[in-house]
């Protein structure tokens, strides 16, 4: 599957671009979704990273009540981690489910069910 979006994230507090965010595949599992995620720094090209996501259905659901496609509510994920971690991208995990968004930083629901 090719790229599905290719869409600049959004730091939330300041509402400029720190990362591109690409999502590679995206695949629907018994309990959610599969994405591989490509994410580049904009603010320095030499650093990208590549992480697999997985979100279920129950974190789907809080975030978007069906009203976004799954890759959109992944890449708001993703851009929202980046945001808050002190080192960007390079915080991420190469493998992580999008609940620890939830569990690592406050008023991460409110974030992503207002995007």
């Known amino acids: 599957?090719?790229?599905?979006?290719?869409?600049?994230?959004?730091?939330?507090?300041?509402?400029?671009?720190?990362?591109?965010?690409?999502?590679?595949?995206?695949?629907?599992?018994?309990?959610g979704w599969h994405f591989v995620i490509?994410?580049?720094?904009?603010?320095?090209?030499?650093?990208s990273r590549t992480v697999i996501l997985t979100m279920s259905?129950?974190?789907?659901?809080?975030w978007s009540a069906g009203g976004r496609k799954p890759s959109d509510?992944?890449?708001?994920?993703?851009?929202?981690?980046?945001?808050?971690s002190k080192r960007g991208i390079l915080d991420l995990r190469d493998r992580f489910d999008a609940s620890i968004v939830r569990r690592q930083f406050q008023g991460a629901d409110e974030a992503l069910r207002g995007v």
Do not use: H
């Open 57 to 62: 259905w129950a974190d789907y659901d809080l």
């Open 73 to 84: 509510v992944a890449t708001d994920v993703i851009a929202f981690a980046v945001a808050q």
């Open 1 to 31: 599957m090719c790229c599905l979006e290719i869409r600049s994230a959004i730091v939330w507090e300041f509402r400029k671009p720190v990362a591109k965010i690409i999502v590679e595949t995206e695949e629907e599992t018994d309990v």
């Open 38 to 47: 490509s994410i580049g720094n904009d603010g320095d090209p030499e650093v």
